[in-house]
C-alpha cells in the first residue's frame, strides 16, 4: 500500500472521530452569513453599499444588519469621513462567530486528542498537513 492509499484509509476515521456534531453552522442563516462573510472582506462599509454588493435590498440587508446588531454580532458606527453616514462592522463576537462557524472539526475534540501526543508528533501532524495541501495547489488538472 503506498502513501496516498494509508491516507486515504485513515482519513475517514479521522474525519469521524472529530467533525463537528453540533449542526455545522448552527443558527446563522445564508442571509446573515453572506453579510458577515462580506464585511470581514471588504471592512466597515454602509448598508446601502453593503446592498449593491451583495445585489439585495436595502431594506433586506438593513433588517438582517438588525437582526445580526440584536445578536451583538454587528455594530454601527459613524463614518469619520461623514458624519452623516453610518458604517457596520463585525464585532469581536461577529469575527468569532465567522471562525466557528466555518469551522469542518471540533476543536475541543482535536485539542482533547492532541494532548495524548508529544510535541514533535504533533508539530509533525500539522506540518505533513500543511505540506500536503500545498503540494496540491502545485498540481496541475
Partial sequence: MDAADEFCECFPAAYLAFHRRDGRRGGLSNASRAVLQHLSRTGPISIGEAARHLDRAQSVVSEIVSQLEGHGLLEREPDPDNRRRTLVWLTPAGLE???????????????????HLDETTRRGLIDGLNALVSASRKETP
Avoid at 100 to 114: E, G, I, K, N
Wanted: aromatic letters at 0%; charged letters at 35%.
Fill in 97 to 115: 462567530r465567522l471562525r466557528t462557524d466555518a469551522d469542518v472539526l471540533d476543536r475541543t475534540l482535536v485539542a482533547r486528542a492532541m494532548h
